[in-house]
């Protein structure tokens, strides 16, 4: 009879296989272990693993990696960058020992935590560029990570370059991170298509539309938006619209109490104070000069104050991709962000004031979306600068033609026009060639950027050809 093995060697191995989201090599996971154990024994117990679906094997001989799956039955949390085993059938990602004891303090049964109200103090105690959420070290890691070659270009670069991919990761992980059960690829068709899931409830759809015409603002006024009156509160009507009870209070701060189920925190209640506190966190979030600092700042305080009678903190995370847009850095989709990280974070938020759990959601959430959206950058290419010079005229001649039912010769007409009065003569006839190309190249997978309608796309189809 085989010799069993040790359930705590599986867990240890489990431990550093989980601190690599990535996948990680035999090699690695053998000196990251505090035992010694030789190559084939490692061997064997990696093949059990994957055989219990613990792990997932990826790649060939020396190739090959192992990787923790999304979900799964016993989960992770971290001590000291550690993740530990947790029977919650969640992964969780790596933490500090600090924001595990908040951790655990939080989750503590709710009739042990004690009820607090918002404390003023927390918001007016933090001084812009004299104190820091993130570390320096943290900082500058994730400038690194985030600034692609080149970032001297226009605001929003980045994120047009990988436009297509970001709608739909950053509306499909904020949705999903609210309790939305589309999937990715749900989400995907309902985007490009406009086809909403069967058997899903109309208010899931409206919620992920809404996040695409959040993201849209944020891409497309990128050299316009800030952390802003404009931008946060027309942010909360895009995100909230047909989800409030009352329409009028969407982009309008709340002036009525609300309630938070699973906490004991209550927010304030009067509305002079809410705008108070509002404007406080928008002239303090406008004089920070880091851009990742001010990002964490907006999805700490804005998830806070609880400014809006819904829709909050979807609102706190859209928010924290202005700085990063406007700085032309990679946005951050919360890809793969387990949900109990995430609730967790902005539970320490609520009830304790404590940053530190939501800060380890938070830059583990940006390095995951750092290393997706280099890729998909080095898969794309570099942008044409011609085209993103002229990417809004481009767009609203596209976007008019189509709605307007524009045959060949109309279009071409019109694009001429378009070109002798708004661009350089060296570049005119370069001009009315890209925009017959995006005319040609247009079918119902791409027609989502130009912000058409399937139906209004079919129609004119039929008349261009």
Not at 40 to 61: D, N, P, S, W
Not at 174 to 195: A, K, P, V
Not at 324 to 351: K, T, W
């Amino acid at each position: 009879m085989p010799k069993r093995i040790p359930e705590p060697e599986l867990d240890a191995i489990l431990t550093v296989v989980a601190a690599h989201p990535q996948g990680v090599r035999v090699s690695v996971i053998r000196e990251g272990l505090s035992f010694e154990l030789p190559p084939r024994m490692l061997q064997r117990r990696l093949a059990l693993l994957v055989e219990q679906k613990r792990l997932i094997a990826e790649g060939e001989r020396k190739g090959r990696r192992y990787r923790v799956p999304v979900t799964q039955t016993g989960s992770f949390t971290a001590v000291a960058g550690r993740p530990t085993t947790e029977a919650r059938g969640e992964v969780y990602v790596p933490i500090s020992a600090e924001a595990e004891a908040i951790r655990q303090a939080i989750r503590a049964p709710i009739q042990k935590r004690r009820p607090v109200g918002y404390q003023r103090a927390f918001l007016d105690d933090y001084r812009p560029n004299v104190t820091h959420y993130l570390p320096a070290e943290t900082r500058q890691r994730l400038l690194a990570m985030g600034r692609p070659p080149g970032s001297e270009r226009p605001a929003g670069t980045y994120a047009r370059t990988i436009y297509n991919r970001l709608l739909i990761d950053l509306s499909w992980n904020s949705s999903r991170l609210e309790g939305n059960t589309y999937s990715l690829l749900e989400t995907q068709r309902l985007l490009e298509l406009g086809e909403p899931a069967d058997g899903k409830d109309a208010l899931e759809a409206q919620m992920i539309l809404n996040h695409k015409a959040a993201v849209e603002l944020l891409v497309e006024q990128a050299d316009e938006i800030g952390l802003n009156r404009y931008t946060v509160l027309n942010l909360h009507a895009l995100l909230a619209d047909n989800l409030l009870a009352d329409p009028q209070a969407g982009g309008r701060l709340r002036r009525i109490p609300v309630g938070i189920g699973r906490t004991v925190y209550q927010p304030l209640e009067v509305p002079q104070l809410i705008d108070e506190c509002f404007d406080r966190i928008l002239d303090t979030a406008g004089m920070i000069t880091d851009p990742f600092e001010q990002a964490f700042f907006a999805l700490v305080h804005l998830a806070y104050l609880r400014g809006f009678e819904d829709v909050n903190k979807r609102v706190s995370r859209l928010a924290a991709n202005v700085p990063l847009i406007r700085g032309n850095l990679c946005p951050l989709s919360f890809v793969d962000v387990p949900v109990r990280a995430y609730i967790d974070g902005v539970l320490a938020i609520y009830e304790l004031n404590s940053v530190e759990l939501l800060r380890d959601v938070f830059v583990w959430a940006y390095e995951r979306s750092s290393a997706r959206y280099s890729a998909v950058r080095q898969s794309l290419g570099e942008p044409d600068p011609f085209r993103l010079r002229y990417r809004s005229l481009i767009a609203e001649l596209v976007a008019s033609v189509v709605r307007t039912g524009m045959a060949k010769r109309a279009a071409t007409a019109l694009a001429r026009q378009r070109a002798a009065e708004q661009v350089s003569p060296a570049e005119q006839a370069r001009f009315v060639e890209v925009v017959e190309t995006e005319l040609m190249s247009l079918h119902e997978g791409n027609i989502a950027r130009y912000r058409l309608r399937p139906a209004k796309y079919r129609t004119w189809r039929q008349g261009w050809h």
